[in-house]
């Protein structure tokens, strides 16, 4: 019995408290028999205009038991699929937090040990070393930046000394000169003033002058192929030439001029036929005078014996030049070709320190090399491309 959309007896389930509902809102019955459908459920109903109630009969048909067995399974996969994909993502956070932690003691550690050397660098600190141990592939590039730091160190030192040496050399130079130009105003002077009162004396006096300009000539042109060297400008002309022949005229030239209680000089020769060289006529006989200029102030012996031997070999024309003196100290031998070096640090002798790196410096543009040991003396090997 249903009245004012309520259930006033009988079955008291939900579907009917619906159905209650349901004919609250319809208007009230023609006291007939109705059937009809409500909610998959057959409903037959009659109005009772006395109780202003309606007796309601309704079949409400139970779940089909395959969509029950099927619905049940349904649900207990959806519940673990959504578990699982619950414990996925929880599993992708911990793993992307695992990773992004590596990725900082992987990545960042060394860039950031990369960017703190940089800024060393950049304020002049290059004696500290990056330190870092881990990954293969960043140790690499870290001891790549530390090599680095170590060659702009070198470099550095390297230009402190080549600026210290250039000062040196500078200040030397000026000291070489003023010896001769003292010199040369002391007896022009002397001319001047009477005291060279004979010709005699004048002559005397005005050779001795002039031979303190030659000497300043050679120390400003050694200062002049210095700074050509340095600026790139010394032009170099290869013409083909017999290098024996071409020794043994500048040996002759040298005899007609030299006094042999000064130098010797004598030259041997590997064969009759030597095979021709691309050589600059003008730079050799530099090469040469800047060798002589050498065993004259440090042989340590009169006369300096000069042994000059020329031979070919499979590959190369060779020029030995040996000036049987005292050589140099082994400890200091493989340094005589550097820029500015002197092996007389007591500037005991005058010298610019440049003569021998002037020697290495034509030799590398004939594309050769030079070579010095301790043979009864120095002996320097300059050694040409015997050439096609």
């Not at 579907?15 to 028999?33: C, I, S, T």
């Not at 800024?119 to 070393?129: L, S, T, V």
């Not at 050769?368 to 043979?375: F, I, L, P, S």
Request: charged share 30%; proline share 3%; glycine share 6%.
């Amino acid at each position: 019995m249903i009245a004012d959309g309520q259930v006033i007896s009988g079955d008291n389930s939900g579907q009917m408290h619906d159905l209650a509902e349901y004919f609250r809102q319809e208007e009230e019955g023609n006291g007939q028999v109705n059937i009809f459908t409500f909610q998959k459920a057959t409903v037959v109903e009659k109005y009772i205009p006395e109780q202003d109630a309606r007796l309601v009969a309704a079949h409400f048909p139970e779940e089909n038991w395959l969509i029950t067995s099927v619905t049940s399974p349904f649900s207990i996969f959806l519940a673990a699929v959504c578990v699982a994909g619950a414990v996925a993502i929880a599993v992708l956070l911990l793993l992307a937090a695992f990773f992004t932690r590596r990725m900082n003691r992987v990545v960042l550690e060394p860039v950031e040990l990369l960017v703190d050397g940089a800024k060393r660098i950049q304020d002049g600190n290059m004696e500290e070393e990056i330190d870092y141990q881990g990954e293969a592939e960043f140790e690499r590039v870290c001891q790549s930046f530390n090599d680095m730091q170590r060659t702009i160190l070198e470099n550095q030192k390297q230009r402190e000394k080549n600026e210290k040496a250039r000062t040196d050399m500078v200040t030397g130079i000026s000291h070489d000169l003023r010896t001769p130009l003292t010199s040369i105003q002391g007896y022009i002077k002397g001319v001047l003033d009477g005291v060279a009162d004979t010709k005699e004396r004048q002559e005397k006096y005005l050779k001795t002058a002039y031979d303190s300009t030659r000497e300043m000539n050679v120390l400003l042109q050694k200062l002049f192929e210095f700074s050509r060297i340095e600026s790139g400008q010394m032009p170099f002309h290869m013409v083909r030439a017999d290098l024996a022949e071409f020794t043994s005229v500048y040996i002759a030239q040298k005899e007609e001029m030299a006094d042999p209680e000064n130098v010797t000089f004598s030259l041997k020769v590997g064969q009759e036929a030597m095979p021709e060289i691309n050589m600059d006529v003008e730079q050799i006989p530099r090469i040469f005078d800047n060798l002589l200029e050498n065993s004259m102030k440090y042989a340590g012996t009169r006369p300096v014996e000069i042994e000059i031997s020329v031979f070919a070999t499979e590959t190369e024309v060779v020029l030995e030049w040996n000036d049987h003196g005292n050589g140099v100290p082994e400890d200091k031998l493989p340094h005589i070709f550097e820029r500015f070096y002197r092996c007389d640090e007591a500037r005991k002798e005058k010298g610019s320190g440049v003569g021998l790196y002037v020697v290495n410096y034509i030799m590398e543009q004939h594309h050769g090399r030079v070579e010095a040991e301790n043979d009864g003396g120095l002996k320097i090997r300059l050694l040409f491309p015997k050439e096609d």
